[in-house]
């Protein structure tokens, strides 16, 4: 995704005067081109998140869209009172990209992963938090992003093509709803590629509704995704991140908000560091029960 | 000129309003309210400030109250239920605050953002910034300090309040001195000392180092005594925290009036 990022910035957004691009000394072998093409609007603020973030939201309140870039992490947690205090609370046109959501750096350890990111960002005033599965996806959410002019948090990770079954959809992808449909599942975010990989080795997709939601916070439900769970009564929510605060934690409010009669729901999520191990973000999601062949595993279970 | 009236003005509407509130932070207001009278009386109007220590929020109310920015019945409300003038400065509320404050360490970064904005659009307007000495404290002052050196921000004017105090003793025995002339000069800043009670030196020096397009951001650390005005408060601590009782405000009153030639109201 992050090739695609920087592409999306140089074709849309390198030449507009009132954009500027920050960096927390980040980018090698990415924003080469960006840089070249935006001049003294690309900035390195060095090693100095928090102050990116201030800097960002001074110049955001003299008219500047101010898009600053680091790891997921260095600049999700670093910059929590930044972002709340000087970027949301002005309700200020400052878009944080985060590199390698999830565990995306893998066996860089624990200090580069985020799978806290999404509960720490999503509940502050004004804010919106990203997190595209698919790079088309990637592609609408960048261009709603960008066009809110509002505080945005946009987590890249590693996200492959739009299957053939799925179609962009407000807030996300869905595929074709099916009236014999047996189970709902709702996922966020590039650990979708699992999903879809599981799906092709079952022999119960044709009773089977697949959502993804890339924006949080998840505050409405969307009426496809209640119509499916009105039916199915079962749902799986998969998510490269903590149970608390997420997407699961989210739906469970909304359905039950909602009124809506469950039968069984289970949710995948980032359970941290268990076996207190490292490895690949693929061992770490196999770790956490977001691999493809248990995610195959418990989609069996509901039938 | 002598601004002796003006800064005792400010001052009983400084005691009027925490007596009125029963709220402390009045030695934090006292000692920088003739810093920023040297800034909001005689910027450009397009030049911008943000209260960095956003606990004396009772100094920059009253400022902005004298320069029009904030209405007379604003100021009735403060610290009250459903009021725009909270004990520190809230978002969104007045446009000569562009940002609320009240968390130390943010004011220098927002600020040397504001001035890098204006490099890059090519004006002249000046970007100000009032610190506290025990805010120098803060990691974000010092990164800011460095990334407004790199872009030679000579359009920033940061103050500092030195009172000598933090929130739980001196500072000389908590960090060190975090806000020392050398130190904010090794890292590339012009800095000046001045007198933090004398409003037409504090305006000369601003003045001059803003005509010095050097590519120096610019540091003015003000000498100052906490509860300026009031013996009582002088120099103590305690009154970071401490409400008025009524004798203390009518004599703390007594003692401006007197002290800065004000006639009885």
Redesign the interface.
């Known amino acids: 995704m992050r090739k695609h990022f920087s592409e999306y910035i140089e074709r849309n957004l390198a030449d507009r005067e009132d954009f500027v691009f920050i960096t927390g000394d980040l980018g090698y072998n990415a924003l080469e081109g960006v840089a070249k093409k935006m001049g003294p609007r690309f900035i390195n603020a060095g090693v100095a998140e928090q102050n990116m973030i201030g800097v960002a939201a001074g110049m955001a309140s003299q008219g500047f869209q101010v898009l600053c870039y680091s790891i997921a992490p260095f600049v999700v947690y670093r910059c929590l009172e930044q972002m709340r205090n000087d970027v949301c609370f002005h309700n200020l046109p400052v878009y944080i990209a985060g590199n390698g959501g999830g565990y995306g750096y893998g066996i860089m350890g624990s200090s580069h992963h985020a799978i806290e990111d999404i509960a720490t960002l999503s509940g502050l005033p004004n804010m919106q938090c990203y997190i595209p599965g698919f790079v088309e996806d990637m592609r609408a959410t960048m261009d709603e992003m960008f066009a809110r002019r509002r505080p945005a948090y946009l987590r890249l990770g590693l996200g492959k093509n739009l299957p053939a079954d799925m179609q962009l959809v407000t807030g996300g992808t869905q595929t074709v709803l099916t009236p014999e449909a047996r189970l709902t599942i709702l996922s966020q975010g590039p650990v979708t590629n699992n999903l879809i990989a599981a799906l092709a080795k079952s022999d119960k997709q044709n009773s089977i509704d697949v959502f993804t939601l890339n924006t949080m916070p998840f505050v409405t439900l969307p009426a496809a995704l209640a119509t499916s769970i009105a039916t199915t009564k079962n749902i799986l929510v998969i998510e490269e991140h903590i149970s608390i605060g997420g997407l699961g934690s989210s739906l469970a409010l909304l359905v039950n908000e909602a009124g809506l009669p469950l039968d069984k729901f289970i949710s995948l999520h980032a359970e941290g560091y268990p076996n207190g191990l490292y490895g690949s973000q693929a061992y770490h999601q196999q770790v956490s029960g977001l691999g493809e062949e248990n995610i195959l595993r418990v989609i069996n279970s509901y039938f | 000129m002598d601004y002796k009236q003006l800064q005792g003005r400010l001052r009983s509407n400084i005691l009027k309003m925490h007596h009125g509130a029963g709220s402390g932070h009045i030695g934090c207001s006292l000692s920088c309210i003739d810093i920023m009278a040297a800034i909001l009386k005689f910027k450009n109007e397009a030049d911008t400030f943000i209260l960095s220590k956003g606990h004396a929020a009772t100094a920059l109310y009253t400022i902005l109250n004298e320069t029009g920015a904030i209405p007379d019945e604003d100021l009735g409300t403060f610290y009250k239920n459903a009021t725009t003038l909270p004990a520190h400065p809230a978002?969104?509320k007045y446009a000569a605050i562009?940002?609320?404050?009240?968390?130390l360490?943010?004011g220098?970064?927002?600020?040397?953002?504001?001035?890098?904005?204006?490099k890059?659009?090519g004006n002249d307007k000046i970007?100000f910034v009032l610190m506290s000495d025990g805010e120098t404290n803060e990691?974000?002052s010092w990164?800011?300090a460095?990334?407004a050196v790199?872009?030679k921000l000579d359009n920033l004017i940061a103050f500092v309040d030195c009172n000598g105090l933090q929130g739980f003793g001196n500072t000389a025995d908590i960090l060190g001195n975090t806000a020392s002339p050398k130190l904010w000069e090794a890292m590339g800043f012009e800095v000046v000392e001045c007198d933090g009670h004398d409003i037409e030196a504090l305006m000369q020096a601003w003045k001059k180092l803003a005509a010095n397009k050097n590519g120096k951001p610019k540091m003015v650390v003000a000498s100052t005594v906490k509860g300026k005005g009031i013996k009582e408060m002088e120099d103590k601590m305690e009154w970071h925290y401490l409400p008025m009782t009524d004798a203390q405000y009518t004599a703390a009153k007594q003692e401006i009036r007197a002290g800065y030639g004000l006639e009885n109201d």
């Open positions: 978002p969104l562009p940002f609320a404050t009240g968390s360490g943010h220098l970064p927002l600020a040397t953002g504001i001035a890098k904005a204006n890059l659009k970007s990691g974000t990164e800011a460095h990334f790199a872009n």
